[in-house]
């Protein structure tokens, strides 16, 4: 049994520090992007979740970008949202339990949860960095797109899990 | 020496000595790493990250095998110390205690590294990298207003821009102004991954200047020091990757200068194999090679093996005259993201009559991930990042007094043509060389061959024309001009030529028409307005020749010729 999203919302904040939820997500599909500001591969992709938050534009799906380490200031976090134009709301996450909600590792990683509150989909955005060293000129697959499409449509996701590559949570426990 | 204790290792004493040493001048503020690996914090917030790209080899980039060519500032981890780093993730990544630690890195800073420089060059134009895109290759020009010849005994090059931004960055001095027509402005860079500069042969590239992440700057040996003359370009031929947000960048360049003349002539040398490059859809492990014979004895000085996206495994070695084999790299994962020079701990002597030998090994299967091509095509030589290329580039300084780099350069382009007999540019290169080592019957032969194989080429007409006439064929020579120009009417070096040719024959009415649209095209060369002057002044015309005497006096008031000249006429019109 997949875990409801945010069901407590214990120790979620917005960057001015209060505590806060991620709305309701129920009737809706919520896309959650960790990051991390000193990881250089989620600033890498920030275009392309700007590229997918665009295709999904509407109140269909939201997006999320959430920053568990608690010791990084919000300046940090402001500047790199606007510097690399991320899409969505940028919330804290300091307790992780967020992170653990998502079973999310890395930075960055996403997850698709679907209308009904369920996890569908946790891992990778695509394929391109496929190890250190091993990077694809393109990527092969869309995971995150496709999750969120099939979330849309009320489907299950292909792969409902992958393995992001990129800066470990685990780290900044 | 660090030991590996596999149970209570500690930050400060057990990995901090390794991440000082081997981390910490890319990571910090500055340098092109993307976060700092400075303090136990930092060191802490990507521990596990740290035990997975040291496990994998990936941190501190270092492509060449262990014990295949021993190289200047390695940059490699010993298996005792990826095992203390594991052994220390795993127990938590304690922090022990700060009094085992060791002295703190050297923090960089904002300052020229090798001191105070003697010019500082930016390049004309700042780049602007997208937010996103593939790679990206770029060429930044350079011009030092220079107004003599300097020798330059160190660079310093900073590629500018966000973290990471530039992966590696080749600096070229363009002698022979072949980029100018590339720019479509001055100073405004142009794209490129690889390119191609016509050589000047009387002196031809002698040093690697290149630049990668973690690069430490070096001042030349004693002697080694390379010429940049007034009007040389310097051309930065660089690799990036987008960031994630737009960007802009602009190099810097800092020189170095030295009032010492070169006394030790180093040659860069390139063995390749591009023609045989036609590497099938699906090959998993297509090999190219080159072998050539040393015509004398050389010291290696330095080595850069350059493939594109589907390069393998490149190997160099070395086999001489009693049969043994040396090694002079091994990189058995080859990555072009990592590219770098390799510089020896000590040159390797080879004898003469030794043969060094470029083995690259190539995986154009779906199953190499940074294959450009998904599904794999047939791919061939080219300059485009799809493309593939098979080169193998030695810094060789043969033993001997002098510099004998033309004479090693003529065994390099002898063996080229040979092995390539239908490769045009070959014989144009063995061409141009014979004739700067004035073995001008030869000259003509190869540059024959040339025309045989591409008679559209100007610059080979030209080049034919200029040995024709040396030899005395002078009316065969303006023949070879005329061809030239007519194939490239905007070609001034064969219209000088032509001019001066048809000047010498006496016809000095098309001369002049000649000489008249050099001058237009370099209407700020001293010695060519020197030249018209005499010209105008051998058909009579006194007072255009004035004019011109004292223009080119004026450009360049060391130009002892012109000033003479001028004298000359104006004592003339004094005694009339």
């Known amino acids: ?173 | 020496m660090i030991g590996a204790p596999l149970n209570g290792a500690t930050f400060y004493r057990d990995v901090a000595p390794i991440i000082y040493r081997h981390c910490s001048a890319c990571h910090q503020p500055g340098q092109p790493a993307p976060f700092s690996l400075l303090t136990y914090d930092d060191a802490k917030r990507h521990a596990s990250q740290i035990a997975r790209v040291t496990k994998a080899r990936y941190m501190p980039p270092w492509l060449p095998e262990h014990g295949y060519g021993d190289f200047a500032d390695e940059q490699r981890l010993s298996a005792a110390e990826i095992q203390t780093i594991a052994a220390w993730v795993a127990a938590g990544a304690p922090e022990g205690d700060p009094r085992d630690a060791p002295s703190k890195p050297e923090i960089l800073g904002d300052g020229w590294r090798l001191g105070k420089p003697d010019l500082v060059l930016q390049a004309g134009e700042p780049l602007r990298v997208p937010a996103q895109s593939g790679d990206i290759f770029w060429n930044f020009t350079f011009r030092p207003r220079l107004t003599q010849t300097r020798y330059v005994r160190g660079i310093e090059i900073r590629p500018g821009g966000g973290a990471a931004l530039v992966h590696h960055a080749n600096l070229l001095i363009d002698r022979t102004h072949s980029t100018d027509l590339l720019e479509a402005r001055r100073g405004a860079g142009f794209a490129g991954m690889e390119l191609t500069i016509d050589r000047n042969p009387f002196d031809p590239p002698s040093h690697f200047l290149f630049w990668k992440p973690g690069s430490t700057p070096h001042f030349e040996e004693q002697g080694f020091a390379w010429r940049l003359d007034p009007g040389n370009v310097l051309v930065l031929n660089t690799h990036l990757q987008p960031s994630g947000k737009p960007e802009e960048v602009r190099p810097e360049i800092a020189l170095y200068f030295t009032g010492q003349t070169p006394s030790r002539f180093p040659l860069l040398v390139e063995l390749e194999n591009d023609d045989a490059l036609g590497i099938p859809a699906g090959a998993r492990d297509f090999q190219v090679s080159d072998d050539f014979t040393l015509p004398m004895d050389v010291d290696v000085q330095a080595i850069y093996p350059h493939a594109h996206y589907l390069g393998k495994r490149l190997e160099a070695y070395a086999t001489l005259p009693d049969g043994k084999r040396v090694w002079l790299i091994r990189i058995p994962d080859w990555n072009f993201d990592w590219q770098a020079v390799y510089r020896y701990k000590e040159p390797v002597f080879l004898p003469k009559g030794s043969v060094v030998s470029m083995r690259f090994s190539y995986d154009n299967s779906a199953a190499n991930v940074r294959n450009p091509n998904q599904p794999p095509k047939r791919v061939q030589a080219g300059n485009r990042a799809g493309d593939e290329m098979a080169h193998l580039w030695l810094q060789l300084l043969p033993r001997g007094r002098g510099d004998r780099r033309r004479e090693l350069e003529e065994a390099v382009e002898r063996h080229r043509a040979e092995k390539n007999p239908d490769n045009f540019t070959a014989h144009l290169n063995l061409g141009a060389l014979l004739l700067s080592r004035l073995k001008t019957q030869e000259a003509i032969d190869e540059l024959e061959t040339a025309l045989k194989l591409n008679g559209a080429s100007a610059e080979a007409h030209d080049m034919l024309g200029s040995a024709l006439r040396s030899v005395g064929r002078a009316q065969e020579a303006i023949a070879q001009f005329r061809a030239a120009l007519e194939i490239e009417p905007a070609y001034v070096e064969a219209r000088y030529n032509l001019a001066v040719s048809l000047a010498r024959a006496g016809d000095l009415q098309n001369a002049i028409r000649n000489f008249r649209l050099v001058i237009k095209a370099f209407p700020n060369d001293s010695r060519l307005r020197n030249e018209w002057g005499e010209l105008l002044a051998g058909s009579g015309d006194l007072s255009g020749a004035l004019e011109e005497f004292q223009i080119a006096v004026r450009l360049d008031p060391a130009n002892r010729d012109a000033a003479k000249n001028r004298d000359w006429v104006l004592a003339r019109q004094a005694g009339q």
């Open chain 1, 1 to 173: 049994m997949a875990p409801i999203l945010l069901s407590a919302a214990a120790g979620v904040q917005t960057l001015d520090g209060r505590t806060t939820q991620i709305p309701s997500s129920i009737g809706k599909v919520t896309v959650l992007v960790f990051l991390r500001t000193d990881c250089p591969l989620g600033k890498r992709y920030a275009p392309e979740l700007g590229r997918i938050a665009k295709e999904f534009s509407g109140p269909a799906v939201q997006f999320w970008m959430v920053f568990p380490d608690k010791s990084e200031n919000a300046a940090e976090i402001r500047s790199m949202m606007s510097e690399y134009r991320f899409p969505g709301t940028a919330v804290r996450d300091p307790d992780q339990s967020v992170v653990k909600q998502a079973h999310a590792t890395t930075a960055p990683e996403a997850a698709v949860f679907g209308r009904n509150g369920k996890l569908l989909y946790h891992g990778r955005i695509d394929d391109r960095y496929v190890d250190y060293g091993k990077v694809k000129p393109e990527p092969q697959v869309h995971d995150l797109e496709d999750a969120i499409r099939a979330a849309l449509a009320g489907k299950a996701v292909a792969r409902a899990e992958t393995q992001a590559f990129g800066c470990a949570l685990a780290d900044i426990e």
